[in-house]
C-alpha cells in the first residue's frame, strides 16, 4: 500500500464511521458530542467525579442547553454499561493514538505557519505527510509504514 492508499484508505475509515455516529438509532443527531461531569459523595461519604456522554444537545423546558442522548447507556450493578455499535466503532477508532498523532500533526502545521525551524517529530520539508500518515496508521491500526 502507498502512502496515498493509507491516507485514502484512513479518510474513508473514518468518514464512514463519523457518518454512522452522527445518528442514534432512533434518528436523533449525534453530531455535537459533549461531555457533563458529575461530582458527587456516595453512601460509603467517599467522593467521586464521572462524567456522562451525550450525542447533541437539546433545549430544556427552562430554555436552557442541554445534552442530549446519552452515548453510553445502561448499566447497573449486574448489567453493563453499553453504547449504540455506530458510536462504540467511532470512539474506538478515535482511541489516544489518533489523538496523539493528531497533535504531533497540529504542532507541526503551527511550526510551519509559524515560520518556526524547530520540526522535533519529523523532517521539515516531509513533515505534513509524515505527520498525516502518523494520522491514518493509527486510525487503520498499523503502527509501520506499509510502504517500501
Known sequence: ??????LRAAADKLRTLATAASTDTDGTPTVNWNTKRNH???SDQQT??????YGDY???GRGERAGWPLLLRGGGPRRAAYMH?????YAAAMDPTVG???AVWLEAEAATWAG????TQCTPAL????????VARALLGSREPAHD
Open 1 to 6: 500500500m502507498t502512502p496515498a492508499d493509507e
Open 127 to 134: 513533515c505534513t505527510l509524515d505527520a498525516a500518515l502518523a
Open 48 to 53: 467521586y467525579d464521572h462524567s456522562r456522554l
Open 58 to 60: 437539546i433545549i430544556n
Open 100 to 102: 496523539l498523532a493528531v
Open 40 to 42: 458527587f459523595v456516595g
Open 85 to 89: 455499535t455506530q458510536h462504540a466503532e
Open 116 to 119: 518556526d525551524e524547530v520540526h
